[in-house]
């Protein structure tokens, strides 16, 4: 896939991922489209940017409804959007029996209802070009779970679950559905994973600061996209082959995981 002059909306823009994903998207000739919370590092992400013609949609993905009306009402406004990358999200580090219900509330609304809303608002569009692509970053604790993440892994199985039906109901339109399942990247995503009381834990954690580099991350989340691949990992070492494992064995896997204290 070219994607010269194709528009690509990425959420979760100023940091780690999305942020990369934006330069190298930038790079290959598309416009992009920056969403997230944080206004002024987005404006630092698209001064980076190559290019010309991007866009800085900020959004709260913790308000999944106000995200469905506010992009609703602005789609009209903006340039045809080829790719979807439902990227922003937040991890957790913390037990089940210490967490306040909310903080399973606040994983839920950001990593699946914002991504729901957002899909909502501009996925119509797609349709009736009968074309674009739908990508959706959930993680490998999407496809196997370990203590810690209870309601991360709830909410990212959620999404992979929400993925394969909605590639199910939209390949008659043309539309391309990738889930993209990451292991252990370098970014700031353990700093901003949620503790007991559901607030930032500020803490780096050694499997991500010895996890892949994003700039590697982003290259073959791109070549998924351009292969219009339906599922892809993208990790390396334990946390690239931890789905495999389970799958061939499960007992082994889950005994491993109760043993294992990955904070
Ligand atoms: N890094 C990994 O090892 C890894 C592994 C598996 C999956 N993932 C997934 O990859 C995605 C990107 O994570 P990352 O590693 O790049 O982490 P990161 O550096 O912490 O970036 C997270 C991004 O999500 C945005 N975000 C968080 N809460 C938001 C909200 N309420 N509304 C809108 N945007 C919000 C943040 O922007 P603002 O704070 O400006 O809003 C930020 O841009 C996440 O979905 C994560 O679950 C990461």
Same mark, same amino acid.
């Given at each position: 896939?070219n %994607?010269?002059?194709k528009?690509?909306?990425?959420?979760?823009?100023?940091?780690?991922?999305?942020k990369?994903?934006? /330069?190298?998207?930038?790079? =290959?000739?598309?416009?992009?489209i920056?969403? $997230?919370?944080?206004?002024?590092?987005?404006?630092?992400v698209?001064?980076?940017?190559?290019?010309?013609?991007?866009?800085?949609?900020p959004?709260?993905?913790?308000?999944?409804?106000?995200?469905l009306?506010?992009?609703?009402?602005? =789609?009209?406004?903006?340039?045809?959007?080829?790719?979807?990358?439902?990227?922003?999200?937040?991890?957790?580090?913390?037990?089940?029996?210490?967490?306040? %219900?909310?903080?399973?509330?606040?994983?839920m609304? !950001?990593n699946?209802?914002g991504?729901?809303? =957002?899909?909502?608002?501009?996925?119509?569009?797609? !349709?009736?070009?009968?074309?674009?692509s739908i !990508?959706?970053?959930?993680?490998?604790?999407?496809?196997v779970?370990?203590?810690?993440?209870?309601?991360?892994?709830?909410?990212?199985?959620?999404? /992979?679950?929400?993925?394969?039906?909605?590639?199910?109901e /939209? $390949?008659?339109?043309?539309?391309?559905?990738?889930?993209?399942?990451?292991?252990?990247?370098?970014?700031?995503?353990?700093?901003?994973?949620?503790?007991e009381q559901?607030? $930032?834990?500020?803490?780096?954690?050694e499997?991500?600061?010895?996890?892949?580099?994003?700039?590697?991350?982003?290259?073959?989340?791109?070549?998924?996209?351009?292969?219009?691949?339906?599922e892809?990992?993208?990790?390396?070492?334990?946390?690239?082959?931890a789905?495999?494992?389970?799958? %061939? %064995?499960?007992?082994?896997?889950?005994? =491993?995981?109760?043993?294992?204290?990955?904070?």
């Open positions: 896939m %994607f010269n002059n528009t690509v909306w990425i959420t979760g823009a100023s940091s780690g991922i999305g990369e994903l934006a /330069v190298q998207f930038a790079k =290959l000739g598309a416009r992009v920056l969403s $997230a919370r944080n206004v002024e590092k987005l404006t630092e698209k001064a980076t940017l190559k290019g010309d013609g991007h866009l800085i949609i959004l709260d993905l913790s308000a999944p409804e106000a995200v009306t506010q992009v609703t009402d602005l =789609l009209h406004t903006l340039p045809s959007i080829d790719i979807l990358i439902n990227n922003g999200g937040v991890s957790q580090r913390s037990l089940f029996l210490e967490n306040d %219900f909310n903080v399973y509330r606040q994983l609304e !950001v699946y209802f991504l729901i809303a =957002l899909t909502k608002a501009i996925l119509p569009s797609m !349709v009736a070009r009968k074309n674009g !990508v959706a970053i959930s993680s490998v604790a999407g496809k779970g370990s203590k810690f993440r209870t309601g991360y892994s709830g909410s990212k199985y959620a999404v /992979v679950g929400f993925m394969d039906c909605l590639r199910a /939209v $390949a008659e339109h043309n539309i391309h559905c990738l889930t993209i399942c990451p292991g252990s990247i370098k970014t700031a995503i353990a700093h901003n994973s949620l503790n559901g607030v $930032a834990q500020n803490k780096p954690e499997s991500i600061e010895n996890g892949m580099a994003v700039s590697c991350a982003a290259e073959k989340m791109i070549q998924a996209i351009a292969n219009k691949k339906d892809v990992i993208v990790g390396q070492g334990l946390s690239g082959w789905p495999t494992i389970k799958r %061939f %064995f499960p007992t082994l896997f889950n005994r =491993l995981t109760a043993k294992t204290n990955y904070r």
